[in-house]
């Protein structure tokens, strides 16, 4: 009996070990396949020139401004209104029904689809406050689809600061406000900061809030103000596999933005990582 | 005026302010649901809603007649979620288990970062993908003129589903009492039929809440579907078809139809019963979540 139990441990934990080099397979192939042909087209000249020739030549600087400015956009507004939320929740909120229905709301609102946060864009920024489609319409959409992750990360890191760093200002007769601002900010922001900008680098790599809010097919010139459409990365790889009336010949360039796109998404990551690592050191002295 | 009493006022609008912000949540996912409701209304002034939501054509530039069903869209995006979630539970809850149970602690950290990043990659790179990596081997495996179909889609999205699924599974495995496990392995039985029978089950609720939190977004996914699956508007027989799901429906006709006309209104009404789909699939996640976490507490 024993060696037939022993026999089935071992073929059941050789299958779990597959799932997970099945995972990690996917991985390596899916960095392998757009690192070996992205890479080979990105030159400084891909990355600081505009497309030429209907797009089957140049470069994809346009696209790369682009996604900066919006994603600015998105931090302007999801960074403070999360962290304020976030504060509020974690500092003042009580356990109340309205608390309740504000943290079911935020959950749900993370799982609300990104294709109906670009509808939403299209009827509340571009057609009832009149933005047109432009950056501040397409920011907005992504701030707003940003807002419940930077709400939960930084509530995640208010809850790491003990409660003694309060209680301790308190005790001084500093306000509710005073030990927050003296005692809890400067302790959590790193964190904060860090879950926030995990939030954005996942706005900047979104396509679907975009399609109908500002971003554009083919714009060879960096847009000079909020109120201009705008060229962005992911769009343009889309455009570049799916829409372009050469799609082969323009296949390169789709790889290489791939690459720039996955590289750019985890140097925000990174940022991410050192702000973090940074700030905990500052304060530790 | 006293300052005790300016101070108390100061507090008092401070946390007005922070409460505001709380409460913006709220009014967002409201904001969100009134206005999809509000653009979606005129729609039904003139397509009936069981038309709507039981015809399966949709055409609603046809010179002739002009139809907007959408079951058609409605089977494909539950074909293409069905399809991803087959493939992506057996193997996120198998790697779960592998992470909770089997795997030295230094395998677990190296692990869960090299998830993340799978979680990282936009949506859009994993469509390109789908495009030139999987859509040729699946045309060649399966002998079809192409491999833009639903299986494709399924193969992406659970690829996509895994991170939330490795990832919460591996937290309920882990919130198992230790005691659960001891009194098992206590009573003679192997670590693998103490992960199968007892924690697998004890940590049910919480693995089928990631399931479910999976399949949510699978439902929403747009880009990778939209890229992947081909967009053939026809009813779906099968995996191996062309489908035009409900995300990709509106990203592809939202683009050019005139605006604030029937055809406008009705790409609405199909964010609507997306919204309202994804919303329950969360909110159900949701409650078996925090019944469990109650449970533990």
Known sequence: MTIFRKIAQFAGFMLLRICLYMVLAILFVFLYDIVSKGGSVISWEFLSQAPRRGMTEGGIFPAIMGTFFVTVMTAVLAIPLGMFAAIYLNEYASQTRLTRLIRLSIRNLS???????????????????????????????????????????????????????????????????????????????????????????????????????????????????????????PYHLYIMSTQHHAIQQVRPIAYGTALVLIALVWGLNMTAIIIRYRLRRKWRR | MNPRILRNLRESAIRAFFFANGVLAVIALLGIFGILLYTAVPAFREIPIDEFLFKKNWDPTSPEKVEYGILSQIVSTLLVTFGALLLAVPIGVGVAAYLSDVAHWRVREIIKPIVEILAGIPSVVVGFLGIVLFSPVLASLFGTSHGLNALNGSVLLAIMALPTIISISEDSLNAVPAAYSEASLALGATRWQTLLRVKIPAALSGIMAACMLGMGRAIGETMTVLMATGNARAFPTGLLQSVRTMTANIAIELGEVPYFTTHYYSLFAVGLVLFIMTFAVNLAADVILNKYQEREQ
């Open chain 1, 111 to 233: 799982g609300v689809p990104s294709i109906v946060y670009g509808l939403f864009g299209v009827i509340l920024f571009v057609n009832m406050l009149r933005f047109g489609t432009s950056i501040l319409s397409a920011g907005l959409t992504l701030g707003l689809m940003t807002l419940p992750w930077t709400i939960t990360a930084s509530e995640e890191a208010l809850k790491t600061i003990p409660n003694s760093y309060r209680e301790g200002a308190l005790a001084l007769g500093a306000t509710k406000w005073q030990a927050i601002r003296t005692n809890v900010l400067p302790y959590a922001v790193p964190g904060m900061l860090t879950g926030t900008v995990l939030g954005l680098a996942r706005a900047a790599g979104e396509t679907a809030p975009i399609l109908f809010t500002g971003a554009a097919f083919f714009l060879p010139i960096l847009p000079r103000s909020l109120s201009d459409q705008f060229m962005a990365l």
